[in-house]
């Protein structure tokens, strides 16, 4: 019987992780929490989830690599993970849907799926919509892999980045299928809201800020460094410009967002 995980690795996300893992949960027979020693109201966000969902594993770590060897008995077997930040906020509608096609045995044929994406500069949650650029042309962040693809993934970091993979034969990282080059962004059941260019956490002091991933202080682990937190200016990346550059492209659109957000 095929199934669905959910991984969550988060650090001082208490504005938008709560809405985050509710869209998430019905697509999700299991989801692993990991919060990165945050300091701000993260930590008590998800032990009420947890209160309140059974099949949420939530725990601490200063370790972040502990992230994904939540996910490594899970190789090789049916299985598909469903990688979420606390700025990522997914369709549950949507979800619902793919969750039937991938129970059908859709997309058994591919290691993992991209998909539309948002990448938010600014939510009106009252009046249900959201501004920013959409992937693509940006860079598309969605991550739902299909674990049945590999023998066994391991030693990696950070959850699902790299790491040691052995796949089985046929399959490889390039193994993918894009859901956006068959849909529109109102259709697509992997559309995703990305909230990178918004405040965060209620300790943050200004608007964006840099992911774990990508230059968050936080301790991987003997398999990595400990990296530092860059706090950048409101809306906007630091001087390096990284985040505009890959998550502002083309146009800047506005979409209805009420599917996200509850309304």
């Known amino acids: 019987m095929t199934q669905f995980v959910g991984s969550v690795l988060v650090r001082n996300e208490d504005v938008f992780v709560e809405q985050s893992i509710r869209n998430v949960v019905a697509f999700c027979d299991r989801i692993h929490v990991v919060d990165h020693m945050s300091t701000d109201g993260t930590w008590d966000v998800l032990r009420a989830l947890a209160a309140e969902f059974d099949h949420l594993d ?3 770590s200063r370790h972040s ?5 939540l996910l490594e008995p899970y190789a090789g077997t049916r299985t598909w993970v469903l990688g979420v930040d606390g ?5 549950p509608a949507g979800l619902a849907r793919l969750r039937l096609d991938l129970l059908g045995g859709a997309h058994a044929d591919v290691f993992r799926l991209k998909a539309h994406v948002l990448n938010c500069d600014e939510l009106d949650e009252s009046h249900g919509s959201a501004s920013g650029w959409l992937a693509p042309p940006s860079r598309p962040i969605t991550k739902l892999f299909n674990f049945d693809a590999v ?13 040691n993979v052995t796949f089985r034969p046929g399959q490889h990282w390039e193994s993918r299928r894009d859901l956006a080059e ?10 995703c809201l990305h909230l990178c260019f918004l405040r965060r956490s209620t300790v943050d002091s200004g608007g964006a800020r840099l992911n774990l991933d990508e230059s968050g202080e936080y301790d ?8 530092r937190l860059v706090r950048s200016p409101r809306r906007r990346p630091p001087d390096t410009l990284w985040k505009r550059e890959w ?3 083309g146009e800047r659109v506005t979409v209805d967002a009420g599917a996200f957000v509850g309304r």
């Open 87 to 91: 700025d990522e906020l997914y369709d």
């Open 182 to 191: 068959g849909t529109t962004w109102d259709n697509d059941p992997l559309r």
């Open 58 to 60: 939530v725990r601490r």
């Open 65 to 69: 690599a502990v992230a994904h060897q």
């Open 151 to 163: 023998e066994l993934w391991t030693e990696s970091p950070d959850p699902l980045q790299a790491g």
């Open 220 to 227: 991987r682990g003997p398999l990595g460094a400990v990296k």
């Open 247 to 249: 998550y502002a492209r």
